[in-house]
């Protein structure tokens, strides 16, 4: 008497494999919201980090003469050809909150570029414009409003070491910010506030005229 093993079609074996997929991912999701389950499987964060080092230093001339605070919502769209976005795709909403600085370089102020008459009574100063520093998000204001990833991409975080990474839609609100503190006019406020402080400082060593001009 012989005993046959009947072996299972391919489109079987797929429709197994695809369901097995899918339980485990249920399974991770109802984890995630039963009761009592997240805390006993969670997990603690542990600071190991060594002390900071300094590196350089470096002696600063430059007057931060004012700052501006800017928000910018990103809507950043991947979309992979040939697939339904539930399939391959990642959007992700995104608020990013930060500051740019506008600055005078004084260090850059030569001695042609300072003229006082005799009695010390008349100063003139020729500065050079104000220049916008680097744009700084801020971590603690900034955060991902939604995020909408396919099936592939989900899996995908799975196995990836920087799962959700969202340094693309962060540098893409560091570049907006520092558009937007471009068209601001940032820079004439700074130079404005430069002038305000230089022309109190001489007026209070003793000089009755202030002139302040700014060049290249």
Request: net charge positive; glycine share 10%; aromatic share 6%.
């Amino acid at each position: 008497m012989t005993t046959s093993v009947r072996r299972l079609p391919g489109w079987a074996k797929a429709v197994a494999a695809l369901v097995l997929v899918l339980a485990v991912l249920f399974a991770g999701i109802r984890l995630a919201v039963l009761p009592g389950i997240k805390d006993l499987f969670g997990t603690e964060t542990h600071d190991r980090s060594g002390p900071a080092l300094l590196k350089s230093i470096q002696d600063m001339s430059r007057y931060n003469a004012a700052s501006g605070n800017f928000q910018v919502v990103v809507d950043l769209d991947k979309d992979a050809k040939f697939l339904p976005d539930t399939i391959r795709g990642t959007r992700t909403l995104y608020v990013g909150a930060g500051t740019v600085d506008a600055y005078v370089d004084l260090g850059r102020v030569g001695e042609q570029d300072v003229r006082v008459n005799g009695d010390r009574t008349s100063a003139t100063l020729r500065l050079p414009h104000a220049r916008l520093g680097k744009p700084a998000l801020d971590p603690d204001h900034s955060y991902a409003v939604s995020k909408q990833r396919g099936l592939l991409d989900r899996l995908g975080d799975l196995f990836s070491d920087n799962p959700n990474s969202e340094q693309a839609v962060q540098k893409l609100a560091v570049r907006h910010i520092g558009d937007a503190a471009r068209s601001s006019g940032l820079t004439a406020r700074a130079e404005t506030n430069t002038t305000g402080m230089l022309q109190g400082l001489l007026r209070s060593l003793g000089f009755e005229e202030v002139r302040i001009s700014y060049g290249s």
